[in-house]
């Protein structure tokens, strides 16, 4: 169960996903960060399969496997900053900025402490 997010964003995801498909945790960790960021939060990316992600090229051992990250549309340098600040508050300790979205997870597995810029 979410406060901001519904089945129906998820559907809309690359790959199309469900939402019982993320960790719990996480997505009360989303609605923490939507609620103090201010603005909605809108979902490019969810959990996305190994299958999928070795398709693509891919480990297939991303933190979207384990349902514990999502992709952020963003495509404004104000919204940019109320995310990334909203999502450092409230515990992300795993953040990817692209050139319209960020990438925020909650993997206790891969390194913490990190921002990393994609090259696209």
């Known amino acids: ?3 901001y997010f519904s089945e129906s964003e998820f559907k809309r995801c690359t790959p199309s996903c469900r939402m019982e498909q993320m960790d719990p945790a996480f997505l009360a960790l989303l609605d923490r ?3 103090a960021a201010g603005i909605p939060l809108v979902l490019n990316s969810a ?5 999928y992600e ?5 480990t297939g051992t991303s933190s ?16 940019r900053y109320k995310i990334l600040k909203a999502a450092m508050e ?3 300790r795993r953040i990817g900025v ?7 997870d909650s993997s206790e597995t891969h390194a913490q402490d990190v921002i990393w810029h994609y090259y696209e």
């Open 90 to 92: 409230c515990g992300i």
């Open 64 to 79: 979207h496997c384990d349902g514990k990250a999502v992709d952020i549309r963003c495509n404004a340098s104000t919204n």
């Open 47 to 51: 959990y996305r399969s190994p299958a």
């Open 54 to 58: 070795k398709k693509k090229g891919r």
């Open 98 to 104: 692209g050139k319209t979205y960020i990438h925020l």
């Open 33 to 35: 960060v939507r609620e």
């Open 1 to 3: 169960m979410s406060k």
